[in-house]
């Protein structure tokens, strides 16, 4: 299915199959199975079995799942999986505004809508990009590591801004922001690079939260408490400004 064009007249092909596993949690895995594998051998029973069951746990967190990107310019895809915590009119962090001497604009300093979408350690947690075009600016701030689901995570836990330019100009900030047990932000792009939209950008690793902000004019297409899917929910249609409703269930 990777690369394949699908539609809703039922082009393309789609079935069932084992997430591919990040390279990054492979070795985690691998260091995890031959220590149960050890154990299992020296007959350490109270040992064997909880290394086992941590070896699938390792490899379900670092699951890396093909994802359907909707294709439509005017698409903002969700950057992550995970739960709707927050949706707030703010400015947009210093961050992203601010002149870094690179040339490259930021965003507007005017008030923006962020939506936060919080991650648990049972979520996939490679995070891709809302929008394709190029990337502006890449900022690592060191910090704290409070829990990601308080609104102050954004302003003091460790965090990595990017922005992302269009071709038209338009521009959007995402942030990933680590959290109470995550303890490393893991990028795998840079300046300059050229994205797809949904293409992946990076993940952290046990539990954080990624914040994407909106464009001015442009609100939210999913509600608080709704749960995303990275490159594949519609976060927002650029330019569209509606108020959507829903019912807790």
Do not use: C
């Not at 746990?57 to 359907?68: S, T």
């Not at 840079?190 to 949904?198: I, S």
């Not at 293409?199 to 001015?216: C, E, H, K, N, T």
């Amino acid at each position: 299915m990777p690369g394949d064009i699908l539609d809703n007249r039922g082009r393309g092909s789609a079935g069932w199959s084992w997430p591919a596993i990040h390279p990054e949690g492979r070795k985690f895995a691998l260091v995890s199975a031959a220590l149960s594998l050890g154990s299992a051998v020296m007959a350490w029973e109270t040992l064997a079995w909880p290394l086992g069951f941590l070896t699938i746990g390792i490899l379900a967190f670092f699951r890396d799942p093909q994802r359907v990107t909707p294709r439509d310019d005017r698409f903002v895809v969700s950057p992550a999986d995970g739960l709707i915590t927050l949706i707030q009119k703010v400015p947009p962090p210093r961050e992203l505004t601010a002149d870094d001497g690179s040339g490259a604009k930021g965003m507007a300093e005017t008030p923006v809508t962020r939506v936060s979408i919080f991650m648990s350690v049972f979520d996939v947690h490679i995070n891709r990009s809302p929008i394709g075009g190029t990337i502006r600016r890449v900022v690592y701030i060191p910090g704290k590591f409070l829990n990601a689901d308080l609104d102050k995570a954004s302003e003091e836990n460790e965090r990595q801004h990017f922005v992302v330019e269009r071709a038209d100009g338009v521009r959007i900030g995402f942030t990933q922001i680590a959290g109470l047990v995550a303890r490393r932000i893991m990028p795998f792009v840079t300046m300059g690079n050229e994205l797809a939209t949904g293409q992946r950008v990076g993940l952290i690793r046990f539990g954080s939260r990624v914040d994407v902000y909106l464009p001015a004019g442009t609100t939210p297409q999913v509600l608080l408490g709704q749960r995303t899917l990275a490159g594949e929910t519609v976060v927002a249609r650029i330019g569209t400004a509606e108020t959507i409703e829903g019912i807790g269930q």
